[in-house]
């Protein structure tokens, strides 16, 4: 059982920044990549960002390309998202998940099977 812990939420004026983190522990070695998704209240849960376990190659959605980064530091086991020029648009439960199946890293939800309990980002006007 893998267990995924998001901490860094918060309330954050527009421009301003916030980094996440992701804590896993557990049988970690078959992910193949890590991701981060959003939820607004009423909407789908979307992609914003992975990374690739085995070259650390990122990919992220348009509406977070050049402001958003993730990272990860091996010896900690913990994905970040670093997040830069936030807009109101950015509020949101934030999770990150475990990429288990190579399409993951076109954001789809169903190749990934391990989710945290999420940390809210509210980014005010």
């Known amino acids: 059982q893998v267990l995924l812990v998001e901490s860094g939420g918060g309330l954050v004026q527009a421009g301003g920044s916030l980094r996440l983190s992701c804590a896993a522990s557990?049988?970690?070695?078959?992910?193949?990549?890590m991701g981060w998704f959003r939820q607004a209240p009423g909407k789908e849960r979307d992609f914003v960002a992975a990374i690739d376990m085995d070259d650390n190659s990122t990919y992220y959605a348009d509406s977070v390309k050049g402001r958003f980064t993730i990272s990860r530091d091996i010896a900690k086991n913990t994905v970040y998202l670093q997040m830069n020029s936030l807009k109101p648009e950015d509020t949101a439960v934030y999770y990150c998940?475990?990429?288990?199946?190579?399409?993951?890293?076109?954001?789809?939800?169903?190749?990934?099977?391990?989710w945290g309990q999420g940390t809210q980002v509210t980014v005010s006007s």
């Open positions: 998940a475990r990429g288990s199946r190579r399409r993951y890293y076109s954001g789809d939800k169903l190749a990934y099977d391990y």
């Open positions: 557990g049988p970690t070695a078959s992910s193949l990549g």
